[in-house]
C-alpha cells in the first residue's frame, strides 16, 4: 500500500483551500438566510401587578432580568442557531433569576418544598418534551429537552424523572439553593390566612416562565417553566406541563408558551387552541390569540395570558391581568420590554 | 297559635293529590326529554388484535365484557342520569375486567408495579379531572370523578393524588388484586427481550378503556383510565390522563375517548384537535375523526383509534391498527359488539 506525500507547500495550499472553501460555504449559509425572520417573545408570568405594589429595585430587577434573558436567547438566534437552543437559553437564565416562579425561587408546596414542572416543543417535527413534580434540578427546561431528543416518551413525572434526568448528566442543587426568603414568607403567609379570605389564586400563581422563538430555518419552538402555585397540594399539575395547554409548537401556525390559572388553561387546552385557530379558521395569529385570551378565558373566569409566534415571526402578547412580564425582540429588531398593562 | 287539623278524608285526598302532582311532574320530564337522543360507545383499546391470534374463550370474555359494560352505561342514560354517571358507571366495569389494561389486570411497570392514570370530563362546563401515577386505587376512574368534582385542580399525580382519594374515602386494594398471572408473564418476556427486539409498542400498550355518552339533557362526557405501556420508566405519563390528548368533551362539538401510542396522540392533542376540526371547520364529527386518525397519525407514525360522539349522539369509532375492542348502542338502540376491523 503506497502511502501519498505532500511537499510542504501542496499542504499549506490544501489548508488554505479548505479555509477558504469553508468561509465561502459558511457565509454563502448566512447569505442565502440572511433575509429569513428571526423573532422570540419570553414572559415571567401574569397576574395582579399594578405600579402601587412594585418597588423601583423590584421593578428594575424585572426588567433587567427580562432584558438579559430575551437578548441571550436573540442571539442564539442571531448566531444561526436553532429556536430550540434559543427558548432553552432564554428559560435557563430565567430559572436562575429568583424573581421568577421557576427554578431558583420556585414557589413552596404546602410541605414547604420546592416542586417543579416544565416543558418544550418544536415546530417542525412536533417533537416535546415535558417533566412535572421534579425536586432538585436546576434547570428543570434542561429536563425537559433531554425527554424531547433521548426517551420515547414526552412525559416524565416525579421521582423517575429525576431519575432520567440523572442519568442524562444533569446539575441537580440542595433544596437550600432553591427556597428563597421571600418564598418563605410567601407560604407562610397563604397557610396563615383563614380559608374565606385566602389569597386570590391570581396572586399565587404568578410567575412561570415562558418563551418563543423562530429561527432562521423558519422553525418554532416554546418552552415554560414553573414551581407551580403557593401552597399547592396533592401532586397537583398546571398547565406548563402539558403539551397543548401550556405549550405547543407547530411550523404551520405558531409557537404559544402560556401562564396563568392553569385548571382552565387545560380544560381549554388554550397553547394548543389558539394554533389551531389560526390554521383552522385562517385567522391570524393576534386575532385568535385575543379570542382566547379575552374571550374564551374571560367568559371561563381564567386569568392569566400567553406569548405567541406566527411562522412569519409576528409576536402577540395577549394577557386579561393587571400586568404580564413580557419582552421580546421581534423581526425588525426592535426590542420590547414590558410589565404593565398601558405599556402595549 | 292555632293547629291546623285536617280530617282523615282531607288528609287522604291530599296525599293523593300530592302523588299524582309529582307523577305528572315526573312524567311531563320524561315526555319533554324522551324525543331526545341518548348515546354511549366504549373501547377497550386498540393494536394488533387479529383472529389469527386470538382464542375463542379470549374472543368470548371480551366479548361479554364489552356488552356488560355499554348496556350499563346505556342504562343509565336511560334511566334520565347524567353521562357522567354513565361513562363512570362503564369504565368501573370495565376497571375491574382482568382483561383491560385499566385498574385490575394493568400492565406491569419495569419494577413489577401498576401505575395508572385516568381522566374525565363533561361537556357543558369543561369540568374535567385527572390522576397519574396512582397506586392502589380500584377505581383510578373515581379518583378523576373526585378530582372534577370536589377539588379546585384539574390533575392530581403519584402519592399526592392517592392522599386525596384516600381522604375522600375511596377504596384501596392491596397490590396482588391489581397483578395477574398474563401481565406478570408479559412484563417478563418484554424485559427478557433483547433491546434491538423489543415487542413493538402497539403491543405494549393496548387495552387501554375508555367511554364518551350522551344524555338525554344533551350532555356529553368521557372518560379514559389505563395502566400505561408495560414495562415503562421514569413515571412515563402517556395520553390518556391529559386532557385534550387522551380525553375531552365540549357539547359544542364532541366528546372523545383515545387510546394508542400515547407519545402521539399528546403531540397531536388527538381528543381536543377532533372536536376542533369539527367545531372550526365546520366538518363532521366523523369526518374529523377519520382525518386525524387515518391522516394526521398515519402519518406521524402513531397507531391507534378513538371513540367519538356529537351533540345529535352519532357515534363514530375510527383506528388505524388491525383491531380495536369496541362497543356502542346508538341513538336509535341499535347495538354493536366490535373487535377486528372487517366488523365495521
Not at 89 to 94: D, N, Q, S
Not at 255 to 280: D, M, N, Q
Not at 282 to 300: F, G, T
Request: net charge negative; proline share 3%; charged share 20%.
Amino acid at each position: 500500500m503506497k502511502t501519498m506525500m505532500l511537499d510542504p507547500f501542496t499542504r499549506s495550499f490544501g489548508l488554505l483551500f479548505a479555509i477558504a472553501a469553508a468561509v465561502c460555504i459558511s457565509s454563502a449559509k448566512a447569505d442565502s438566510t440572511s433575509s429569513a425572520p428571526i423573532a422570540i417573545a419570553i414572559h415571567g408570568g401574569a397576574g395582579t401587578i399594578e405600579r402601587a405594589n412594585m418597588s423601583d429595585a423590584r421593578e428594575r430587577q424585572i426588567r433587567t432580568a427580562l432584558e438579559t434573558a430575551v437578548r441571550a436567547g436573540h442571539e442564539v438566534l442571531r448566531q444561526g442557531d436553532s429556536s430550540l437552543e434559543a427558548v432553552t437559553r432564554a428559560i435557563t437564565l430565567l430559572e436562575d433569576e429568583a424573581a421568577f416562579n421557576a427554578g431558583r425561587g420556585s414557589v413552596l408546596t404546602h410541605q414547604g418544598r420546592v416542586e417543579m414542572d416544565a416543558s418544550i416543543m418544536t415546530g417542525h417535527d412536533l417533537a416535546a418534551g415535558a417533566v412535572t413534580g421534579v425536586r432538585g434540578l436546576r434547570h428543570p427546561i434542561l429536563a425537559a429537552r433531554a425527554v424531547l431528543e433521548h426517551s420515547p416518551h414526552v412525559m416524565l413525572s416525579g421521582r423517575g424523572a429525576e431519575a432520567f434526568a440523572r442519568a442524562r448528566g444533569l446539575e441537580f442543587m440542595p433544596d437550600e439553593w432553591f427556597i428563597t426568603e421571600f418564598r418563605r414568607n410567601q407560604l407562610e403567609r397563604a397557610q396563615a390566612e383563614p380559608q374565606a379570605s385566602r389569597t386570590p389564586p391570581t396572586q399565587r400563581w404568578f410567575s412561570t416562565v415562558g418563551a418563543v422563538a423562530l429561527d432562521r430555518d423558519g422553525r418554532l419552538a416554546a418552552a415554560t417553566s414553573t414551581g407551580g402555585m403557593t401552597n399547592k397540594r396533592f401532586g397537583r399539575v398546571g398547565d406548563s406541563p402539558i403539551i397543548g395547554a401550556g405549550t405547543y409548537a407547530d411550523d404551520r401556525s405558531c409557537a404559544v408558551s402560556a401562564t396563568g390559572h392553569g385548571e382552565y388553561f387545560i380544560r381549554h387546552v388554550v397553547a394548543y387552541s389558539i394554533c389551531a385557530g389560526s390554521l383552522f379558521k385562517d385567522q391570524s395569529l393576534a386575532d385568535s390569540a385575543d379570542q382566547v385570551v379575552h374571550q374564551v378565558l374571560v367568559d371561563a373566569g381564567g386569568s392569566g395570558g400567553v406569548i405567541a409566534l406566527d411562522p412569519d415571526g409576528r409576536v402577540s402578547m395577549p394577557f386579561n391581568t393587571a400586568g404580564m412580564y413580557r419582552a421580546a425582540i421581534h423581526a425588525d429588531g426592535q426590542i420590547d420590554i414590558l410589565i404593565y398593562r398601558d405599556e402595549d
